[in-house]
């Protein structure tokens, strides 16, 4: 009571308006910063003074998993469909003429036109040529998928590799903020450090995270499997022979048992290699086997017995056909560029047969439209040569389209409460700018408060002397 | 106290950022669609019917290859039918000339001489050729039909195996060829033969009666067996005709089934085009204002 407690809450005001404006401008500094939440200052009265009781951030538990949930989600099938895309690109749009449909049907005519006459080379060159384009197609497909798959390879040990350093960083921001007292500044940067941590682990696997009241999180795989529990870290190992993914050496492969995880970059490359892109190749590998065994079996045109196509020169083999799209080539012997002759196609290596002779021709023309006698791996059962070509390539892109339109539901989704949970957290400038006029009011009136005292005490002084 | 539920500055711009990327990104799209008249996505924007359009499209280049191949094929029947018409009417006006005039009267000579003639003109029409390829040879189209001997009788050096044949559709193959050992030409080459290499002066009047009337009789069978030929190869080129009608409505129905997947209707395009560029012009505009906006202009 009295001039000097005056003084004294004068004082304790300019410090807690001190400590406001710092807040303020930190929160104004880092107004575009990804993953900074607001902070605000709560003040307490303590025997009159006025005193910082905390610095509080602003979040929402809820807003913060589900934005987790979606980022998981959304990266996830962002990489599927990166994945398939960087094949499917190569489909092209069907008026592109560069899939394997278009460049087939492209066979067929040319074939339509060497039936009507037979005996031109010109004719024939035309058949040799498309075939040539077709083959080279397939063989450029079959290695784009390869190229995709050592991609995924390669991306699932970066991931892990980032998976494990933010698992170990997790570790880390938990031992610090079990040390760091609750309600300070420091405290509240940890806390904004381990947000942002989170949101990278949420990128690459989805987690349930857990935290206990000081703030330290726990990480579990959605399956359960444990990841970091306080300062310990259940490191993740990756197994590129077996293709398998442990954590602290339990078994966590997306696909490959409940203790896993279904969302997030990693699981998407999971799929990308398990699933979607063994299916593009084991379809692509029928199409070439269907085209390799249809030539040999109507219309074989070198004594050997071999087709238009053959697999790397060789004759078709039901037990091999993995791999057949990447080794289809046209029959050397029907190749000018490797020294044959495109004459073998209409006499089928048979210098007797006469010149306008077109029963290997009429044959080859009809296989277009006759049913494929080999797997067609999914593709579905009584297909013609022609229907299983646009079958396959309709359905590679149908899978791109999916992945695309989902990654867009899932984005429209993610906006909404991403926007949310930004506008809950992020800072307003122009609230904060009306805050800081409140503080800049607060410090002068404190600063009067000081200086009027101070005047009085003067004043008394002076009676005094 | 009651808390203030404010906009995040940073979310602020975000959204006016990924709004104009989206509808620039529209926008693009539009203006693709509007100058190719296809969808830029023919996949994306007709899902389920993707390989639908594929098989249009392999539908399409089918029936203009087969297009493309049958009129060289009426082509090459016209050629076939243009010399058959001329060896018709060469072996016609032959018979003509040996029937004319009375026997006593007749200059023998002119007829052998015209026999020879007529022997030269039949065989170099038989050793024609279409586009470089002998088409009275059989399946042999590289070697000529026939060969005219010292004696003027001619022999078949083409193939016997087989006839010309062509696939018109998905269906059917049709045989078209004409062989020069078919009996029409065999039987008037024969009689012509046998004219130009006997010594018409000498005959009687009764050998040489005979000699006209085997001849005339060996010449008519071997014409009215021309005409069959002539007629059925005239048969054969109306069904070529009518396939390629057939044909060309077909591209048409395709073509349409086609565009309806893949094809962008143009005054659609350009109304949306309108719209985007209307809204992006909006956005840009809200969000000059929007960054005008702040209170730090007024402290």
New interface residues.
Partial sequence: MGITAALSNAVSGLRATSVQSDIVSRNISN??TEGYT?KDVSLETVGGNVGVASIDRQVSGLLERLDRGNISKLSGQQTVMEGVTAYTDYLG???DKT?P??L???L???M??F???V??GGAQLAVVSSAKEFASQMNRLSATIQTVESEVEMNIRYDVNDLNSSLYEVAKLNKEIFRAREGTVLHARLQDDMGRELEVIAGLVDVQASSSRNGMVSLLTSGGSELVRGVDVFDIEYDGMTGVLTAGGVNITPGGGNRSFSEGSLAGLFELKDEILPGFSGQLDAMAAAVVEGFERVAPITLDGRGLFTDAGGAYNATTIEGLASRIIVNSAADPDLGGSTAVIQNGSNAAV?????SLA?SM?ALF?EPVVVPTAGLGAALSL??M???M???H??K??SA??ATKATSAAA?TIS?SK??????????E??KL?LVEQSYAANAKVLTTVNNMLDTLMNAVR | MLG????????KS??LR?RIAEQSGNLNQASIELS?G?KQ????DV??V??????F??EI??T???V???S??SRKMDSISDSLSSMREQAGDFSNLMLSGDIGGMHRDVLRSAAKSTIEQITSKLNSSY???YVFS?????TQAVVQNADWTVTYTG?T??S????ID?ET?LDYGVRADDPGFTNIMDALAVVASTDLTSLSDADFSTLRNSTVSAMSSGLERLIEIHTSLGDKQGVVERTAERHGALKSIYSEA?LNI?GVDAEEAAVRLTSIQGQLQATYAVTARMSEM???NY?
């Fill in positions: 107004a575009n607001r749009q069907p008026s899939s449909a278009a087939l049907s492209n067929k005519s040319s339509i036109g039936s009507g006459s005996d031109a006469p010149l306008s002779d077109n009429l023309v439209n022609m229907d070509a646009t079958t390539t309709g359905t892109q149908q791109r389209v695309e339109s906006a926007s930004l506008n809950l957290q992020g800072v307003n400038i122009d609230d700018l009306q006029m | 203030i539920s404010t906009t995040a500055t940073a979310q975000f959204e990924s190719t296809f996505d023919a996949y994306k899902r389920g993707s390989g639908e359009t594929l098989s499209r392999a280049d089918a203009e290859a087969y493309l191949s049958n060289l094929l586009a470089g390829s059989g399946l042999a189209s590289d193939d195996t087989g010309l044949s062509a696939r998905e193959t086609m893949e702040s209170l730090l402290l």
